[in-house]
């Protein structure tokens, strides 16, 4: 599935870079950013990636999304957007309609599929006879007139549009926001956000922490030794490139160091937190 969606993304002109270690499998750029994990079975999504997904999705104030094919052994519809842990989830053929501006109405909920009503489109005086028509009590119109319920059971969906035409909300993506910045006690962190850094902790082995200032921001792994860190050299490296940060180790020790392992920059903790903003910057992007 990850080629398919990277040659549909590829025709419509999204830059695209296939990732690993930070829980999606794709991000996809054009005038904004989207963040893809590619799963055939939406279910295998867990709660502790998808709250890693939410953040960083949040921290680029980008999309992100599930595209699968199953959740469970039943297949995703055509059409529906499903969610899981708070991220949107579809099939291939809706992620690409949504891509293409023709976007869904359905969305699945604990009670089955429903379409979202816009109660600004409803205009009836006739409410008996339009509870009789949809085969609901004259309260529930009233309802939907005053959109107290503003969701629409699909089986009832083409007695509704008989009504009162094409007044469903289509369905569009939003942007994460930085909700969840996760817990961090190192006092070098506290030492960023002390400087003006926006920061949220990543809960993966290959990166630790998200950073930015304006139009400066850091992708950081923390380890207890350098070899620790020599070794996730690379997928720092391709991280950083790919989410658009400047790639940043950060040594867990009292002594000031500062030093460099294969081409990224490493700081000691003691370093950052005796530094002034400007040695900080001077120090990352030499």
Known sequence: MIESLKAGLATREFEVVQLWGLGFDLIAKKESTYLIKSSENINSLKADVAQNIRRIAGFLKSFAMVVGEKRGNESLLDQVVYQRYGIPAFNERTFFSILDNDLPVARSEKGGIVVEVNPAKLDTADVEG????????????????????????????????????????????????????????????????????????VGTCVCDL??????????????????????????????????????????RTKKKLKKEIKGVPVLSTKTINDSSAEEFFESVEA
């Open 210 to 251: 998200l950073s930015k200032l304006h139009e400066f921001g850091l992708a950081s792994k923390v380890g207890n030794s350098e070899w620790s860190l020599r070794y996730h050299a690379n997928t720092i490296k391709h991280i950083s490139k790919a989410l658009g940060l400047k790639p940043l180790f950060v040594l």
């Open 130 to 201: 339009v509870a009789q028509r949809l085969g609901v009590s004259k309260r529930c119109v009233f309802y939907y007139l005053s959109g107290k319920i503003a969701a629409v059971k699909m089986e009832k969906v083409e007695r509704f549009r008989e009504e009162f035409g094409d007044v469903f909300k289509p369905y569009e993506l939003k942007r994460f926001e930085l909700t969840e910045r996760g817990y961090c006690d190192y006092r070098f962190v506290q030492r960023l956000e002390e400087m003006g850094f926006e920061t949220t902790t």
